[in-house]
């Protein structure tokens, strides 16, 4: 095959938050960067972020950087690295003033400082009282900051490949990650962009579970790449799991619902959360409050006809502030829901929300591998930033408001790293010819495909592939749910096999697109449930019913998962979490309550 051929020094996958705060320093520095997105760049999922963004800025209570280090260690049921988090935690401060100076509108306090919300998690002096640490704009921050980057990159004259969806990466005849194949979505022409580094920022896949919080684009394509290419993926059995999504539909309804002083209740009326987190209540760590609303609901105090909900209940609030602080939250229950916040509460259940796992990294982006010694190391040229990143700084769960910090600090990282190693290397290293098999293998596979003798499309396969997985690997799961998961994935497999494209044409094909994203999904599917069978503790949001309880002993390890053949047999294998922090004492695991 003939493939156009485009040259870089730095290609980003993903257009979201990390995506562009990456570009936008390599850029400015003169790097020649491109970026490409599956959709226009300020329609990646960060623009949908409505809570805010954590630094302990002190703005409205005191704060420290060392307590949100303390809060998030914790948070994350003592998995996430503590250098990693010491670094995030430090940084924060720094990233948002930058972000006000790249134009983020942040809302002010009376003094016109940065306006802060409480979220859940957080804590002033290691756990005493509720902190204030959340940066908000309004309730569309996520949009805010996203905009904002966006202008600042056409300002730098970063090269966009807009409606591009990249494929796979590829490596040169030495075996080195030298380039990556994209398909214009318009044209349905494939592309080959050379490049001296490549760093994947494609955002989560939450699209894995039927009821969810994410945009249908979010399919993990990046995560499967590195499957693909024979690396590994971390911790994919963690998925977190937000307490409230709108009941039915999965649509968020941001924790700063509860920030602002929101209450849970069953159908009794109860504020029920007194039971499960007698100090924190409705602000106790996601995987905390999310568990108590599906438990509320399994012993029959459900809300509603069918009583598979409870209520968020706004109502005590005053509506002038309801209406400056969560006008987006408004608007969304009113339009998906009929209702108006300040007047009823609204319907709220579970729904899969965000990926900790991901691709394993060092604080500087590196992405990280096991060597055929079983040793960790970094593979030159190729980071991964964002959401489809495993640092770690979530661990086990993450804490809201922390993800939007992660991308912009380690977006800044990794460019950083990059423009460090760029300027020691030769520029006619990556000459090699490449390996072009691999890729051109996949694509014929859903280029030349006869007959309809599918069972479905790859639409109807994504809901059969995601009621699968929520049914065995949702909230709560046993050895049982995830043994028949396993069979039931088996059985899949065999489908998507089978499955032929009815739409034969040659240009926007919107179910070769989707064929790619479901091959992607399915990867992480298997990830997920090997990771999550093998893991026999229950830690943050994985649960088990089978084995309760947090068991540091055996279980204060990161999962590594490896695609193997046949597929339904797992490689796992297992390294240490950092309990080291870079400057200041650590933190020891204890027990943990809210
Ligand atoms: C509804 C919602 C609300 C949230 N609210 C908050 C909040 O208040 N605070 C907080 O801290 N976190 C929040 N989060 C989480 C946070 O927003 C995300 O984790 C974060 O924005 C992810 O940023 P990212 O840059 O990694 O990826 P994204 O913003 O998801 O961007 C991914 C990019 O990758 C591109 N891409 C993917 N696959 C391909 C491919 N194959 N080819 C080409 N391009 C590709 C996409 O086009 C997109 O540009 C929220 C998440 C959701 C879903």
Redesign the pocket.
């Known amino acids: 095959m003939e493939f156009e051929t485009y040259h870089f020094d730095a290609v980003i ?8 705060r990456a570009a936008l320093m390599l850029s400015e520095k003169g790097i020649r960067t491109a970026v ?4 226009f ?1 300020t ?12 630094a302990a800025l002190g703005n409205i209570l005191p704060d420290n950087w060392l307590w949100h280090m303390y809060d998030t260690i914790k948070g994350s049921d003592y998995l996430g690295d503590q250098d990693a988090i010491e670094y995030m935690c430090r940084e924060a401060p720094d990233v948002v003033r930058e972000l006000e100076h790249f134009g983020v509108p942040f809302s002010r306090t009376e003094s016109g400082k940065i306006y802060q919300r409480p979220f859940g998690g957080q804590s002033l002096n290691f756990g005493q009282r509720q902190a204030a640490r ?1 940066c908000a704009a309004a309730d569309r ?2 949009h805010a900051i ?1 905009h904002s980057l966006y202008q600042q990159n056409l300002r730098a004259q970063t090269t966009f490949f807009v409606e ?4 796979d990466l590829i490596r040169d005849e030495r075996g080195d990650i030298a380039a990556l194949m ?1 398909l214009d979505i318009a044209t349905g022409e494939y592309k080959v962009l050379r490049s001296r580094a490549i760093m994947l ?4 896949a ?1 699209q894995l579970f039927r009821t969810n ?3 249908r ?3 993990g ?2 995560l499967a790449m590195i499957l693909r290419a024979g690396l590994a993926l971390q911790d994919m059995e963690f998925w977190q799991f937000h307490p409230t999504g709108l009941s039915g539909k999965g649509i ?1 309804i ?3 619902a509860r920030g602002e002083g929101g209450v849970l209740r069953n159908a009794a009326g109860e504020a029920f959360m007194k039971h499960y987190a007698p100090h924190a209540r409705e602000l106790a760590s996601r995987d905390v409050v999310a568990r108590a609303i599906a438990i509320e609901v399994q012993e029959g105090r459900g809300c509603g006809v069918n009583q598979d909900h409870v209520w968020l209940d706004l109502t005590h609030l005053d509506s002038a502030l309801i209406k400056q602080r969560l006008p987006a939250i408004r608007e969304i229950a009113l339009t998906f829901a009929g209702i108006d916040i300040c007047q009823e509460p609204i319907p709220v259940y579970p729904t899969a ?2 990926m900790m796992g991901g691709i394993p990294t060092n604080i500087h982006g590196q992405v990280k591998t096991l060597n055929d010694q079983g040793e960790v190391e970094v593979l030159p040229n190729l980071f991964a ?4 990143a495993c640092v770690s700084v979530h661990g086990a769960n993450r804490l ?8 912009v600090v380690f ?1 800044r990282a990794a460019a950083r790293q990059l423009i460090e190693q760029l300027s020691h290397q030769p520029l006619d290293y990556f000459d090699a010819p490449l390996d072009l098999q691999p890729v051109e293998r996949r694509i014929q596979r859903w280029q030349a495909c006869d007959a309809s003798s599918s069972d479905g499309t790859p639409a109807s396969l994504r809901q059969r592939l995601q009621t699968i997985m929520e049914t065995g690997c949702g909230v709560f799961r046993t050895e049982d749910t995830l043994n028949k998961c396993i069979d039931d994935l088996t059985e899949f497999s065999a489908q998507v096999d089978k499955l032929m494209l009815q739409d034969r044409s040659e240009v926007f094909n919107l179910e070769r697109l989707e064929a ?1 994203e479901l091959e992607n999904l399915l990867a992480l599917a298997w990830a997920t449930v090997h990771s999550a069978r093998s893991r026999q503790e229950s830690r943050g949001a994985h649960y088990r019913l089978d084995y309760s309880s947090r068991d540091d002993d055996n279980w204060l390890k990161h999962t590594l998962y490896f695609q193997s053949q046949p597929v339904n047999t797992p490689r796992l294998a297992y390294v240490p979490v950092t309990l080291q922090p870079l400057t200041v004492p650590s933190f020891p695991p204890k027990k943990r309550v809210y």
Do not use: M, W
């Not at 996958?13 to 562009?20: D, E, F, K, W, Y």
């Not at 490409?36 to 959709?39: A, H, R």
């Not at 999922?45 to 954590?54: K, L, S, Y």
């Not at 809201?400 to 991308?407: E, P, T």
């Open positions: 996958v993903g257009s979201g938050g990390a995506g562009l490409v997105s599956k959709v760049p329609r990646s999922h960060t623009v949908a972020a409505q809570g805010g963004i954590n959340t921050t996520g996203l591009h969806q990249a494929i994209v920022a494609t955002g989560g939450a919080t994410n945009a684009i979010n399919t394509d990046g968020l941001s924790e700063a929300h965000y930033v964002g959401e489809c809201g408001g922390n993800s939007l910090l992660d991308i977006g790619f």
